[in-house]
Protein backbone atom coordinates (compact mmCIF):
# COMPACT_ATOMS: atom_id res chain seq x y z
CA UNK A 1 0.00 0.00 0.00
CA UNK A 2 0.91 3.26 -0.54
CA UNK A 3 1.53 5.64 2.02
CA UNK A 4 2.04 9.18 1.67
CA UNK A 5 5.04 11.24 2.64
CA UNK A 6 4.11 14.73 2.56
CA UNK A 7 1.52 16.60 0.22
CA UNK A 8 2.86 20.00 -0.86
CA UNK A 9 0.32 22.43 -1.97
CA UNK A 10 0.76 24.85 -4.78
CA UNK A 11 3.79 26.90 -3.23
CA UNK A 12 3.61 30.56 -3.83
CA UNK A 13 4.72 31.33 -7.45
CA UNK A 14 7.77 32.92 -8.76
CA UNK A 15 8.91 33.97 -12.61
CA UNK A 16 11.70 32.48 -14.52
CA UNK A 17 12.51 34.85 -17.07
CA UNK A 18 10.15 37.03 -17.82
CA UNK A 19 7.11 34.00 -19.51
CA UNK A 20 7.08 31.13 -16.64
CA UNK A 21 5.41 32.31 -13.75
CA UNK A 22 6.10 29.12 -11.92
CA UNK A 23 5.09 27.50 -8.46
CA UNK A 24 8.08 25.29 -7.50
CA UNK A 25 7.19 22.30 -5.97
CA UNK A 26 10.58 20.95 -5.03
CA UNK A 27 14.17 22.58 -5.63
CA UNK A 28 16.45 21.12 -2.09
CA UNK A 29 18.28 18.96 -5.01
CA UNK A 30 18.84 16.18 -2.48
CA UNK A 31 18.60 12.57 -2.62
CA UNK A 32 15.48 12.79 -0.75
CA UNK A 33 13.12 12.94 -4.31
CA UNK A 34 16.43 11.35 -6.35
CA UNK A 35 16.72 11.21 -9.05
CA UNK A 36 14.13 14.44 -9.75
CA UNK A 37 15.57 17.56 -8.60
CA UNK A 38 13.10 20.42 -9.50
CA UNK A 39 9.48 20.82 -11.04
CA UNK A 40 8.39 24.17 -11.53
CA UNK A 41 4.72 24.35 -12.86
CA UNK A 42 3.32 27.11 -14.74
CA UNK A 43 0.05 26.73 -14.15
CA UNK A 44 -2.27 28.21 -16.48
CA UNK A 45 -2.33 31.69 -17.26
CA UNK A 46 -3.41 34.06 -19.68
CA UNK A 47 -1.50 36.23 -21.47
CA UNK A 48 -2.12 39.01 -23.43
CA UNK A 49 -1.05 39.47 -27.45
CA UNK A 50 2.62 40.99 -27.20
CA UNK A 51 5.24 41.98 -29.44
CA UNK A 52 7.77 41.85 -27.20
CA UNK A 53 9.75 38.66 -26.39
CA UNK A 54 8.60 36.51 -23.47
CA UNK A 55 10.88 33.30 -21.62
CA UNK A 56 14.24 32.72 -21.21
CA UNK A 57 17.01 34.12 -23.17
CA UNK A 58 20.84 32.11 -23.23
CA UNK A 59 21.74 29.87 -20.48
CA UNK A 60 23.94 27.30 -19.85
CA UNK A 61 22.81 23.73 -18.24
CA UNK A 62 25.45 20.58 -17.54
CA UNK A 63 24.86 17.41 -15.51
CA UNK A 64 21.36 16.53 -15.85
CA UNK A 65 18.59 16.70 -17.80
CA UNK A 66 15.47 19.34 -18.54
CA UNK A 67 11.90 18.12 -19.61
CA UNK A 68 9.69 20.34 -20.49
CA UNK A 69 5.66 19.21 -20.68
CA UNK A 70 3.04 21.42 -22.62
CA UNK A 71 -0.58 21.91 -21.50
CA UNK A 72 -1.46 25.20 -23.38
CA UNK A 73 0.85 27.38 -25.36
CA UNK A 74 3.95 27.39 -27.48
CA UNK A 75 7.89 27.27 -26.84
CA UNK A 76 10.23 28.22 -29.05
CA UNK A 77 13.82 26.19 -28.02
CA UNK A 78 16.73 26.42 -29.92
CA UNK A 79 20.21 25.34 -28.51
CA UNK A 80 23.93 25.31 -28.99
CA UNK A 81 24.06 21.70 -29.96
CA UNK A 82 21.44 23.07 -33.10
CA UNK A 83 18.46 22.04 -32.21
CA UNK A 84 15.21 24.38 -33.03
CA UNK A 85 11.51 23.06 -32.36
CA UNK A 86 8.84 23.95 -31.18
CA UNK A 87 6.96 22.24 -28.26
CA UNK A 88 3.35 22.75 -28.32
CA UNK A 89 -0.01 21.18 -26.15
CA UNK A 90 0.62 17.61 -25.75
CA UNK A 91 4.35 17.82 -26.90
CA UNK A 92 7.15 16.62 -24.07
CA UNK A 93 10.72 18.41 -24.77
CA UNK A 94 13.29 15.91 -23.29
CA UNK A 95 16.44 17.54 -23.39
CA UNK A 96 19.65 16.50 -22.30
CA UNK A 97 22.45 19.07 -20.98
CA UNK A 98 24.73 16.66 -20.20
CA UNK A 99 28.53 17.91 -20.33
CA UNK A 100 27.15 21.42 -21.61
CA UNK A 101 24.69 23.07 -23.55
CA UNK A 102 23.83 26.49 -23.69
CA UNK A 103 19.67 27.13 -24.61
CA UNK A 104 16.83 29.62 -25.01
CA UNK A 105 13.21 28.99 -23.94
CA UNK A 106 10.72 31.83 -25.58
CA UNK A 107 6.71 31.86 -26.42
CA UNK A 108 6.63 30.69 -30.06
CA UNK A 109 6.11 33.54 -31.92
CA UNK A 110 2.73 32.86 -33.55
CA UNK A 111 1.21 32.35 -29.74
CA UNK A 112 3.21 35.33 -28.33
CA UNK A 113 1.77 37.69 -30.64
CA UNK A 114 -1.84 36.59 -30.25
CA UNK A 115 -1.59 35.82 -26.26
CA UNK A 116 -4.28 33.24 -24.14
CA UNK A 117 -3.62 30.50 -22.43
CA UNK A 118 -0.31 29.23 -21.53
CA UNK A 119 0.88 25.86 -19.17
CA UNK A 120 4.08 24.18 -18.63
CA UNK A 121 5.79 21.98 -16.34
CA UNK A 122 9.63 22.20 -15.99
CA UNK A 123 10.84 19.22 -14.64
CA UNK A 124 14.69 18.29 -14.05
CA UNK A 125 16.11 14.66 -13.90
CA UNK A 126 19.95 14.14 -12.42
CA UNK A 127 22.16 12.05 -14.38
CA UNK A 128 23.61 9.22 -12.98
CA UNK A 129 27.65 10.31 -11.98
CA UNK A 130 29.24 8.20 -14.93
CA UNK A 131 26.65 9.99 -17.41
CA UNK A 132 27.11 13.46 -16.38
CA UNK A 133 29.68 14.47 -19.28
CA UNK A 134 27.58 12.63 -22.16
CA UNK A 135 27.04 14.56 -25.48
CA UNK A 136 24.39 16.97 -25.06
CA UNK A 137 21.07 15.08 -26.22
CA UNK A 138 17.50 16.31 -27.48
CA UNK A 139 14.84 14.13 -27.65
CA UNK A 140 11.51 15.64 -29.40
CA UNK A 141 8.47 13.94 -28.17
CA UNK A 142 5.49 14.95 -30.08
CA UNK A 143 2.24 14.29 -28.85
CA UNK A 144 1.31 11.49 -31.62
CA UNK A 145 4.46 9.50 -31.08
CA UNK A 146 3.90 9.02 -27.29
CA UNK A 147 2.27 5.93 -26.18
CA UNK A 148 -0.92 5.90 -24.77
CA UNK A 149 -3.70 3.23 -23.28
CA UNK A 150 -6.88 3.95 -21.81
CA UNK A 151 -8.22 2.74 -18.09
CA UNK A 152 -11.63 3.55 -16.76
CA UNK A 153 -12.00 6.28 -19.51
CA UNK A 154 -8.58 7.80 -18.28
CA UNK A 155 -6.00 8.27 -21.10
CA UNK A 156 -2.62 7.56 -20.29
CA UNK A 157 0.19 8.91 -22.34
CA UNK A 158 3.91 6.44 -21.49
CA UNK A 159 5.96 9.52 -21.44
CA UNK A 160 9.05 7.19 -20.26
CA UNK A 161 9.91 3.69 -18.54
CA UNK A 162 6.71 1.31 -18.86
CA UNK A 163 3.32 1.51 -17.26
CA UNK A 164 1.88 -2.00 -15.97
CA UNK A 165 -1.43 -2.65 -14.00
CA UNK A 166 0.65 -5.28 -12.25
CA UNK A 167 -1.49 -8.26 -12.68
CA UNK A 168 0.66 -9.65 -14.97
CA UNK A 169 3.15 -7.20 -14.85
CA UNK A 170 5.34 -8.61 -17.74
CA UNK A 171 2.62 -9.44 -20.06
CA UNK A 172 0.76 -5.87 -20.18
CA UNK A 173 3.27 -3.68 -19.46
CA UNK A 174 3.17 -0.29 -22.34
CA UNK A 175 7.01 0.72 -22.92
CA UNK A 176 7.62 4.59 -22.94
CA UNK A 177 9.09 6.58 -25.78
CA UNK A 178 11.54 8.61 -23.81
CA UNK A 179 15.41 6.76 -23.98
CA UNK A 180 16.60 7.67 -19.89
CA UNK A 181 20.10 7.09 -18.31
CA UNK A 182 18.38 5.55 -15.48
CA UNK A 183 15.59 3.50 -14.15
CA UNK A 184 12.35 5.75 -14.41
CA UNK A 185 8.76 6.12 -15.07
CA UNK A 186 6.34 9.33 -16.28
CA UNK A 187 3.12 9.17 -17.11
CA UNK A 188 0.60 11.79 -17.90
CA UNK A 189 -3.04 11.28 -17.06
CA UNK A 190 -6.39 13.11 -18.14
CA UNK A 191 -9.29 12.54 -16.82
CA UNK A 192 -11.79 14.20 -19.81
CA UNK A 193 -15.10 13.66 -17.96
CA UNK A 194 -17.01 14.27 -14.47
CA UNK A 195 -17.31 10.86 -13.99
CA UNK A 196 -16.22 8.48 -11.37
CA UNK A 197 -12.85 6.61 -12.84
CA UNK A 198 -10.00 3.59 -10.56
CA UNK A 199 -6.52 3.63 -12.09
CA UNK A 200 -3.93 1.44 -10.95
CA UNK A 201 -0.83 0.13 -11.72
CA UNK A 202 2.49 -1.25 -10.28
CA UNK A 203 5.89 0.54 -10.02
CA UNK A 204 9.26 -0.94 -8.16
CA UNK A 205 9.26 -1.09 -5.15
CA UNK A 206 12.67 0.54 -4.48
CA UNK A 207 11.75 3.22 -6.63
CA UNK A 208 10.85 7.11 -5.08
CA UNK A 209 7.71 8.39 -6.87
CA UNK A 210 5.50 11.12 -6.61
CA UNK A 211 2.38 13.30 -8.42
CA UNK A 212 1.42 16.45 -9.13
CA UNK A 213 -2.58 17.06 -9.93
CA UNK A 214 -2.48 19.93 -12.41
CA UNK A 215 -6.27 19.94 -11.82
CA UNK A 216 -9.60 18.29 -10.75
CA UNK A 217 -9.09 16.33 -7.16
CA UNK A 218 -8.26 12.65 -6.67
CA UNK A 219 -7.99 10.12 -3.77
CA UNK A 220 -5.04 8.46 -3.07
CA UNK A 221 -4.21 6.15 -0.33
CA UNK A 222 -7.34 7.62 1.46
CA UNK A 223 -6.54 11.08 1.13
CA UNK A 224 -8.51 13.87 -0.85
CA UNK A 225 -5.75 15.40 -3.02
CA UNK A 226 -6.57 18.90 -4.42
CA UNK A 227 -5.47 20.34 -8.02
CA UNK A 228 -2.48 22.33 -7.70
CA UNK A 229 -1.30 19.73 -5.03
CA UNK A 230 1.96 17.44 -4.92
CA UNK A 231 2.40 13.98 -3.18
CA UNK A 232 5.61 12.61 -2.84
CA UNK A 233 5.29 8.82 -1.81
CA UNK A 234 6.83 7.04 0.93
CA UNK A 235 9.41 3.75 0.47
CA UNK A 236 7.73 0.71 -0.44
CA UNK A 237 4.95 2.54 -2.66
CA UNK A 238 4.90 -0.45 -5.13
CA UNK A 239 1.03 -0.28 -5.85
CA UNK A 240 -0.61 3.10 -7.10
CA UNK A 241 -4.29 3.34 -7.37
CA UNK A 242 -6.27 6.67 -7.97
CA UNK A 243 -9.77 7.10 -7.63
CA UNK A 244 -11.77 10.39 -8.87
CA UNK A 245 -15.30 11.07 -9.71
CA UNK A 246 -14.10 14.55 -11.80
CA UNK A 247 -12.07 15.53 -14.54
CA UNK A 248 -7.92 15.90 -13.60
CA UNK A 249 -4.81 15.67 -14.85
CA UNK A 250 -1.85 14.16 -13.13
CA UNK A 251 2.06 14.14 -13.71
CA UNK A 252 3.15 11.16 -12.13
CA UNK A 253 6.59 10.45 -11.88
CA UNK A 254 9.06 7.45 -10.32
CA UNK A 255 12.46 6.40 -10.39
CA UNK A 256 15.28 4.11 -8.91
CA UNK A 257 17.28 6.57 -6.69
CA UNK A 258 20.35 7.40 -7.94
CA UNK A 259 22.48 7.61 -4.21
CA UNK A 260 25.09 9.79 -5.82
CA UNK A 261 26.54 13.01 -4.17
CA UNK A 262 24.69 16.05 -5.22
CA UNK A 263 26.41 19.30 -5.62
CA UNK A 264 24.58 22.35 -7.45
CA UNK A 265 24.78 25.77 -8.04
CA UNK A 266 22.50 27.92 -10.40
CA UNK A 267 22.30 25.91 -13.86
CA UNK A 268 24.46 22.85 -12.93
CA UNK A 269 24.26 19.93 -11.01
CA UNK A 270 26.87 17.89 -10.37
CA UNK A 271 28.96 15.17 -8.07
CA UNK A 272 31.34 17.87 -6.21
CA UNK A 273 32.50 21.01 -5.91
CA UNK A 274 35.45 20.12 -7.84
CA UNK A 275 33.46 19.48 -10.86
CA UNK A 276 31.26 22.55 -10.28
CA UNK A 277 34.10 24.80 -10.46
CA UNK A 278 35.11 23.07 -13.69
CA UNK A 279 31.62 23.46 -15.08
CA UNK A 280 31.89 27.08 -14.68
CA UNK A 281 35.28 27.67 -16.29
CA UNK A 282 34.32 25.68 -19.31
CA UNK A 283 31.28 27.65 -19.50
CA UNK A 284 33.09 30.83 -19.54
CA UNK A 285 36.03 29.46 -21.39
CA UNK A 286 33.50 29.53 -24.59
CA UNK A 287 33.45 25.02 -24.44
CA UNK A 288 29.79 24.98 -24.17
CA UNK A 289 29.41 26.94 -27.26
CA UNK A 290 28.82 24.93 -30.46
CA UNK A 291 25.71 26.04 -33.21
CA UNK A 292 25.78 30.00 -33.19
CA UNK A 293 22.22 30.86 -31.33
CA UNK A 294 20.40 32.93 -33.42
CA UNK A 295 17.74 35.56 -31.51
CA UNK A 296 14.15 34.39 -32.71
CA UNK A 297 12.51 37.66 -35.20
CA UNK A 298 10.72 39.85 -32.73
MN1 LIG B 1 17.02 26.00 -19.21
Redesign the pocket.
Known amino acids: MPIIKQIIKAPTKHWVGNGFNVHGYFDEFTEATSPFLMLDFAAKKSFEPSTLQRG?GD?P?RGFE?VTFAYHGGVQHRDSAGNVDVINAGDVQWMTAGSGII?Q?FFEEGFNSQGGDFEMIQLWINLPAKHKMTPPKYQALKSSQIPKIIIDNVDISVVAGSFSTGTKASLDATKGVAKTFSDLNVYQLNSTRDQSSLVEFQIPATHRSMMLVLNGQVEVAGSQIDQKSLVIFGDNSDHISIKSNTQYQILFLSGEPLNQPIAHYG?FVMNTQDELIQAFADYHGGKFEGVKLASPKS
Do not use: D, L, S
Open positions: VHHTHEP
